[in-house]
């Protein structure tokens, strides 16, 4: 991964560019207290992530929602989109250079094939899933 800091401030990272590891299951790209958090994810078949929703920062509150986008480099994934009220709204398999945004409502993710690899992009700061997660 290459990180690049400002010359003015040498502690100010502005930029970074990633080239993923066929080795790691999970690389968080973005420090952790960037607004926008990027990692990338690679699972085995037949993982779930269990639906869930998320929940506002209290910093957030006001201005912004947490949202989440998911993109789909390699393998394969099942993905299920609930609405407000947690009911199931569609299905539908992710293929590589699928992308899945959410606003709102909750989603769940099924691993279908080994290796799969996912780009997983957020609003942040994360603060770990008993904090930031609902699960339905």
Known sequence: MLKVFSKI???????????????SQRINITPEKEFLQISSLKFSKN???????HLN??????????????????????????DLNKKLLKIKILKPGDISVSFAGAHKLQI?????????YKTGPYKGSNKDLKFL
């Open 47 to 53: 993982k779930i992530i269990n639906a869930h929703k």
């Open 57 to 82: 920062h209290d910093i957030l509150k006001k201005k912004r929602p947490i949202q989440e986008s998911w993109i789909l480099i390699k393998g394969l994934a099942k993905i299920s989109f609930f």
């Open 9 to 23: 401030n040498k502690k100010k990272l502005l930029h970074i560019v990633f080239r993923p590891s066929h080795k």
């Open 112 to 120: 279908m094939k080994n290796n799969t690899r996912i780009y997983e």
